[in-house]
């Protein structure tokens, strides 16, 4: 259930990255027994398919796959007998960053 809902809060945070439509609003009109129906912006966003700035839109699988590449890496140096581990971690691409900072300002 935990799982669930994290995803859920992932994914409204990411709205504005994924193919999911951004129109909070219709949701409040809308009959609640008819079928939904995505909002023109929506249709628009998925026929298109990239932000106006050119980067992709993802679907929720996709984000995740393009954030996993971020790493944190335990490194040692060879030969040197009492060396100490030192972490490296890889910087995000300015898409992941702005995915990042979505999470960030998204308040529960």
């Known amino acids: 259930m935990l799982a669930y809902t994290v995803e859920w809060h ?14 909070q609003a219709a949701k409040a009109t809308r009959d609640p027994v008819a079928p939904a129906e995505c909002s023109a912006t929506a249709k ?12 992709p839109i993802h679907s929720f699988s996709t984000l995740l796959t393009e ?23 890889t910087q ?3 898409f992941q960053q702005r995915a990042l900072e979505c999470v960030a300002r998204f308040s529960v």
Do not use: M, Q, Y
Not at 67 to 89: K, Q
């Open 10 to 23: 992932l994914k409204e945070a990411w709205r504005e990255l994924l193919f999911a439509d951004e129109d």
């Open 44 to 55: 628009a966003k998925v026929a298109r398919r990239h932000h106006k700035d050119g980067t």
């Open 67 to 89: 954030l996993a590449t971020i790493v944190r890496n335990t490194c040692t140096l060879s030969g040197v007998d009492d060396a100490l581990p030192f972490t490296v971690t």
């Open 92 to 94: 995000p691409s300015p």
